[in-house]
T-cell receptor, first 113, second 113 residues
Framework: NAGVMQNPRHLVRRRGQEARLRCSPM?????VYWYRQLPEEGLKFMVY????????ESGMPKERFSAEFPKEGPSILRIQQVVRGDSAAYFC???????????FGQGTRLTVV | DAKTTQPNSMESNEEEPVHLPCNHS???????IHWYRQLPSQGPEYVIH???SNVNNRMASLAIAEDRKSSTLILHRATLRDAAVYYC??????????????FGTGTRLTIIP
């Protein structure tokens, strides 16, 4: 049973470009969470999704950031018109409906140049 | 979210037990105490969780104070691979299935060979 898969592991974007981060949850998991970790800081919750639904987006920046978890395929975190301050590690986690804890992926490290 | 307080850093000698403390004086009756750790350049990893009673698993033990206002994660025999940032997190058990986590700054554990 593969763990939570994130790709790419490293992503370099120029200022103004779009970044697309993908997350495939563990098999049988229907809940996905995205977190951001700025350099030398702790992880901050961004958004919680279930299939085709955004449950809690209280941690998402109001502009340029969006997330989806379609019926088929991976969850996508999209950052439009990236700026240097978006450089961070982005982690995805998943859990089953009756789960007691979350499983994290290895993260995508976004660098904006 | 209820807040936890942990020391910023701790050191321990290899092959000795490690006791990582956590204070959570505002814990509510439905809050579970979760511990995750983050190894360098990796995503967080679930370690253990408990509600009222002490818990043991293959990774660690969790000792919970009788008044639940504090807890201690115990690594019985630390190895170099246990060097990580350890996060103590309160998770609302009344919101079953929602694994949204609020990370603090954690304790950076250094293992001395």
């Amino acid at each position: 049973n593969a763990g939570v898969m994130q790709n790419p592991r490293h992503l370099v974007r120029r200022r103004g470009q779009e970044a697309r981060l993908r997350c495939s949850p563990m098999k049988g998991h229907s809940h996905v969470y995205w977190y951001r970790q700025l350099p030398e800081e702790g992880l901050k919750f961004m958004v919680y999704l279930q299939k085709e639904n955004i449950i809690d987006e209280s941690g998402m920046p109001k502009e340029r950031f969006s997330a989806e978890f379609p019926k088929e395929g991976p969850s996508i975190l999209r950052i439009q018109q990236v700026v240097r301050g978006d450089s961070a590690a982005y982690f995805c986690a998943s859990s089953p409906t009756q789960g007691l804890w979350a499983f994290f992926g290895q993260g995508t490290r976004l660098t904006v140049v | 979210d209820a807040k936890t307080t942990q020391p910023n850093s701790m050191e321990s000698n290899e092959e000795e037990p490690v006791h990582l403390p956590c204070n959570h004086s505002t814990i509510s009756g439905t809050d579970y105490i979760h511990w995750y750790r983050q190894l360098p350049s990796q995503g967080p990893e679930y370690v253990i969780h408990g509600l009222t009673s002490n818990v043991n698993n293959r990774m660690a033990s969790l000792a919970i104070a009788e008044d639940r206002k504090s807890s201690t994660l115990i690594l019985h025999r630390a190895t170099l691979r246990d060097a990580a940032v350890y996060y103590c997190i309160l998770r609302d058990g009344s919101n079953f299935g929602n694994e949204k986590l609020t990370f603090g700054t954690g304790t950076r554990l250094t293992i001395i060979p």
